[in-house]
Each structure stands twice: as structure tokens, then as C-alpha cells.
């Protein structure tokens, strides 16, 4: 069953024409918050031929849209894309909270944001991100992350364009806790990066990612501290940022840790 707002659906959904469409023609509409919920397990997908998004978020006055307990798969571009870019000194106010929810196969080789993109700060809780290309989530706000699952996320080289496989965020703070990021790749940072925010890390195991530019697993950011994590099985660096710190005796790795480098 798929509940929008309260209101049940489908038990499936099929994507064949247009995206299902969230925020827009919303004037009047004084509801702060909008959901998306399946109590089955409900798969998002597109029909044969269709190449668009699955999701589109509007510009709107909402200030958290939650998806939850959904399957979204095989879109060929990201399949949630949205909510317009307002410049460098404030993107948007909403947050997109992604719980309980698989995102699987989604995106083109040469696009950013295969499974998400957004211009939102986004919460991802207890989620599964697996076969996604051009990084499975791209945003330029804050991305938060808890109890999640990153596998087999690929962003390759983008006429010198940095991403991470896993997450790449632009301009916001990047914040992992006890999630898992298992062979993700990417011309930028394996796993993790952050162009011109922090990344803080904790409790979370990092393995098998590999990257050919920056960090194996992390990559960028003007700061990076780390507690807790276990580093296993990487290719090359393991962290790369100019403003990196840690307490390695908290952190675990399968190398010696000179190659931890600032």
C-alpha cells in the first residue's frame, strides 16, 4: 500500500509518462511536511522506454518531504531530481528524508546524481544505495547519514569533475554514523566526497572502495574528522583532504596508517 499525505494507493507504481511530481501547485496548501510511505514494500520503477525522473521536487514551502519503505530502481536518470538551485549564499530550507528505502540501478554513466539529486539538505536513515552511476546521491546542502548500506556505487570521470561514488556533496557538511560503504568507485573519492564542506565521520566501516584522483574513500572537504571507523581493503590513500584531522588511534585500518595523508 502507498500512502502520500495519508491518502493509500497502489501497491506498485510505474513511472510511463510524466514524474510523480511533489510541491508543485501547492499554494495554499499550509501543511508543513509531505510523505511518501509503503507498508509493502512498493516499487517505484519506469516503464519500457521511459528515460526521465522517477521523482521531481518543486520549490515549495514544505520543510521536510520523507520517503519511506520504497523501492526505487532502474530509472535511466536520477530518479529523484529537484528543488532549484538559490545560490551560493542559501540553497533551500527543505529537507528530503529518505528512510527505510532502497534505491537500485538507477542513473546514466554520465550524470551526477543517479539515485538522488537535490539541491536540499538530505537525511538518509537505515537505506540501502546499490548499483546507482554518478554517484548514487548528489546534493549541494548538508547530507546526514545512519544505519545505511553504500555497495557497487560508481561516478566516473566527468571532464575532470569530482565526485564521490557513494555521495558527493557540493557546498554542504557531509555527517556519516554506523553505515557501511562496501566497493563503491569513482574518479573522486571512492565512497565520500565534499567539495568545499566538512566531513564527520563515526562508527562507520569503509571497504573495498577505490578512487583514481583523490581519496580511496574519502575525498575533499575543507576539514575531516573521523571517530571510530575501520578502513579495510582500500585502494590507495584512504582519506584525502587539506584540512584533515583524526584521532587514528580510533580508527581502524588493514595498512599502516602513514597512509592516512593531509
Do not use: C
Not at 495519508?6 to 501547485?25: K, M, V
Not at 530518479?79 to 537500485?104: H, K, V
Not at 564521490?164 to 573522486?188: P, Q, R, W
Amino acid at each position: 500500500v502507498l500512502i502520500v499525505n495519508g491518502f493509500e494507493g497502489p501497491i506498485d507504481l510505474e513511472i510511463s509518462d510524466t514524474a510523480l511530481r511533489i510541491g508543485f501547485d501547492v499554494s495554499g496548501d499550509t501543511r508543513r511536511s509531505f510523505t511518501i510511505k509503503s507498508t509493502t514494500g512498493l516499487n517505484v520503477k519506469p516503464v519500457d522506454g521511459y528515460t526521465g525522473n522517477l521523482i521531481e521536487l518543486a520549490d515549495n514551502s514544505f520543510e521536510t518531504i520523507t520517503i519511506e519503505g520504497l523501492t526505487i530502481r532502474d530509472a535511466e536518470s536520477a530518479a529523484i531530481d529537484g528543488l532549484p538551485f538559490n545560490g551560493y549564499a542559501g540553497t533551500t530550507e527543505t529537507t528530503l528524508r529518505i528512510q527505510n528505502s532502497r534505491f537500485l540501478n538507477n542513473g546514466p554513466d554520465v550524470s551526477p546524481g543517479g539515485a538522488i539529486q537535490t539541491y536540499s539538505n538530505v537525511e538518509i536513515i537505515d537505506s540501502i544505495f546499490s548499483n546507482n552511476f554518478g554517484s548514487a546521491v548528489r546534493a549541494f546542502s548538508d547530507v546526514s547519514v545512519s544505519g545505511s548500506l553504500f555497495i557497487d556505487n560508481v561516478a566516473i570521470d566527468q571532464g575532470g569533475q569530482v565526485y564521490g561514488g557513494a555521495i558527493s556533496s557540493g557546498i554542504g557538511n557531509v555527517y556519516s554514523v554506523n553505515s557501511t560503504y562496501l566497493d563503491n568507485k569513482a574518479y573522486g573519492a571512492g565512497a565520500i566526497h565534499s567539495q568545499f564542506g566538512d566531513i564527520q565521520l563515526a562508527l562507520n566501516t569503509f571497504s573495498g572502495n577505490e578512487s583514481s584522483f583523490w581519496g580511496a574513500s574519502i575525498g575533499g572537504g575543507s576539514g575531516v574528522t573521523m571517530w571510530g571507523n575501520i578502513f579495510v581493503g582500500q585502494g590507495g590513500v584512504e582519506v584525502f583532504s587539506d584540512g584533515f584531522e583524526a584521532d587514528l588511534g580510533y580508527n581502524l585500518a588493514d595498512s599502516d596508517l602513514d597512509s592516512f595523508t593531509a
